[in-house]
């Protein structure tokens, strides 16, 4: 079959307030007409050159004929049975599969919300948080046992526009803004690291979605080298979420394989730097999996380097992938490793499985390419 590749056209998604200036003077428009196509495409979220009213239609042909505003395109959508997430897999311009998760939390009773488009209608109306968990990467290459989106070849890295493009897709699927962004589907964002930097400016930016630091998370493995220029390109501004499934050395090396590479000594000294810079307290993901890391030596040393950090720990009960045959451990041993915790000083939330029944919850996001099917594609922690 003929391999489709990324289109050479400019991406309008993919430009920072700059780059489209230079873009609209070079083709001998104003450069103010930048300013208006960034409101519509960010602020008034359109999804089509057309739809922008403001623009003299010399500029519009051109954008039409020489540009492209979307690179995603809606393959489908699964909502959860409780109606608290929905996975949406889109295909990029080269046929690839992506996958972004909504978790819905809204400001009324459960009981009250309807089924099906209503319900996203209906959310909307409601006072809550939408919050879209982005993907980076199409597969990923840190391959942590537990989670689908290592499972099979690595894709590529998606580009800042496709990075972005998920959160505008969604908010015209739902028709409303979204409120809160996590960088928590598939893929390491930190190995994609200028695309994830670009995008955080894209959304951060008053020309862009004017989004507050506070409202974006960003999760990763931990790649010590990277997380001081992080700190730095993001002002210390963005929260950042570090998955540490593991206070042990070679339990971690087990569930996170690039703790071979960067030990977990290495990635909490640097964590120890971050703390002192971070405008924001830092995050622990723990993926708990039953007989593995939910010991209470675990949990002790769990608590041990969350203290130091002054970090927040969210516990994660596995989610059952195909590949792996791991245990989610029982409501038992859940509350006796969030009681430890707790029992030390350390400020824990467990992290509701939402999604689970549609493959949409933490480490259930895959890459997959060769059926394009809908079925089995999954979020990860990182
Ligand atoms: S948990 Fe994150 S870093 Fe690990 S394989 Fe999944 S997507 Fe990659």
């Given at each position: 079959?003929?391999?489709?590749?990324?289109?050479?056209?400019?991406?309008?998604?993919?430009?920072?307030?700059?780059?489209?200036?230079?873009?609209?003077?070079?083709?001998?428009?104003?450069?103010?007409?930048?300013?208006?196509?960034?409101?519509?495409?960010?602020?008034?979220?359109?999804?089509?050159?057309?739809?922008i009213?403001?623009?003299?239609?010399?500029?519009?042909?051109?954008?039409k004929?020489?540009?492209?505003?979307n690179?995603?395109?809606?393959?489908?959508?699964?909502?959860?049975?409780?109606?608290?997430?929905?996975?949406?897999?889109?295909?990029?311009?080269?046929?690839?599969?992506?996958?972004?998760?909504?978790?819905?939390?809204r400001?009324?009773p459960?009981?009250?919300?309807?089924?099906?488009?209503?319900?996203?209608?209906?959310?909307?109306?409601?006072?809550?948080?939408?919050?879209?968990?982005?993907?980076?990467?199409?597969?990923c290459?840190?391959?942590?046992?537990?989670?689908?989106?290592?499972?099979?070849?690595?894709?590529?890295?998606?580009?800042?526009?496709?990075?972005?493009?998920?959160?505008?897709?969604?908010?015209?699927?739902?028709?409303?803004?979204?409120?809160?962004?996590?960088?928590m589907?598939?893929?390491?964002?930190?190995?994609?690291?200028?695309?994830?930097?670009?995008?955080?400016?894209?959304?951060?930016?008053?020309?862009?979605y004017?989004?507050?630091?506070?409202?974006?998370?960003?999760?990763t493995?931990?790649?010590?080298?990277?997380?001081r220029?992080?700190?730095?390109?993001?002002?210390?501004?963005?929260?950042?979420?570090?998955s540490?499934?593991?206070?042990?050395?070679?339990?971690?090396?087990?569930?996170?394989?690039?703790?071979?590479?960067?030990?977990?000594d290495?990635?909490?000294?640097?964590?120890?730097?971050?703390?002192?810079?971070?405008?924001?307290?830092?995050?622990?993901?723990?993926?708990?999996?039953g007989?593995?890391?939910?010991?209470?030596?675990?949990?002790?040393?769990?608590?041990?380097?969350?203290?130091?950090?002054?970090?927040?720990?969210?516990?994660?009960p596995?989610?059952?992938?195909?590949?792996?045959n791991?245990?989610?451990?029982?409501?038992?041993?859940i509350?006796?490793?969030?009681?430890?915790?707790?029992?030390?000083?350390?400020?824990?939330?467990?992290?509701?499985?939402?999604?689970?029944?549609?493959n949409?919850?933490?480490?259930?996001?895959?890459l997959?390419?060769?059926?394009?099917?809908?079925?089995?594609?999954?979020?990860?922690?990182?």
């Open positions: 079959m003929e391999k489709v590749v990324l289109s050479s056209r400019p991406y309008i998604r993919d430009f920072t307030k700059l780059e489209l200036e230079k873009l609209i003077e070079s083709n001998q428009f104003p450069r103010y007409r930048a300013d208006q196509i960034l409101d519509w495409v960010y602020q008034k979220n359109v999804r089509s050159f057309d739809a009213k403001n623009l003299p239609k010399e500029l519009i042909a051109f954008l004929e020489k540009a492209d505003l690179r995603l395109e809606l393959v489908s959508k699964h909502e959860s049975f409780n109606h608290e997430s929905i996975k949406f897999l889109t295909r990029t311009q080269d046929g690839l599969l992506c996958e972004s998760v909504l978790i819905v939390q400001g009324r459960r009981s009250q919300v309807d089924f099906g488009d209503k319900l996203v209608l209906g959310a909307a109306r409601a006072k809550g948080r939408n919050t879209v968990c982005v993907s980076t990467q199409l597969g290459r840190i391959r942590c046992i537990f989670c689908a989106s290592g499972k099979g070849k690595f894709g590529r890295n998606l580009t800042a526009g496709e990075i972005v493009e998920q959160i505008s897709l969604i908010a015209s699927e739902i028709k409303e803004r979204v409120t809160n962004i996590v960088f589907g598939m893929g390491e964002p930190l190995d994609n690291y200028e695309n994830v930097i670009k995008a955080l400016s894209i959304l951060r930016a008053k020309w862009g004017g989004l507050s630091g506070r409202r974006i998370t960003v999760s493995s931990g790649i010590p080298p990277k997380l220029q992080f700190l730095k390109d993001t002002e210390g501004k963005v929260r950042l979420s570090v540490l499934h593991s206070s042990n050395e070679e339990t971690r090396s087990f569930l996170v394989p690039i703790n071979k590479k960067y030990h977990l290495e990635l909490i000294k640097e964590l120890d730097f971050i703390h002192q810079k971070l405008k924001r307290e830092i995050t622990f993901e723990y993926t708990l999996i007989g593995i890391n939910d010991t209470r030596e675990e949990a002790e040393g769990t608590a041990r380097l969350a203290s130091r950090l002054g970090a927040k720990v969210n516990l994660i596995y989610n059952p992938i195909q590949e792996m791991l245990e989610t451990p029982s409501k038992t041993k509350e006796e490793f969030r009681k430890l915790l707790e029992l030390k000083g350390v400020v824990v939330t467990v992290r509701q499985t939402a999604g689970r029944d549609i949409a919850a933490c480490g259930q996001l895959r997959d390419r060769t059926t394009g099917a809908t079925e089995d594609v999954a979020t990860s922690t990182s």
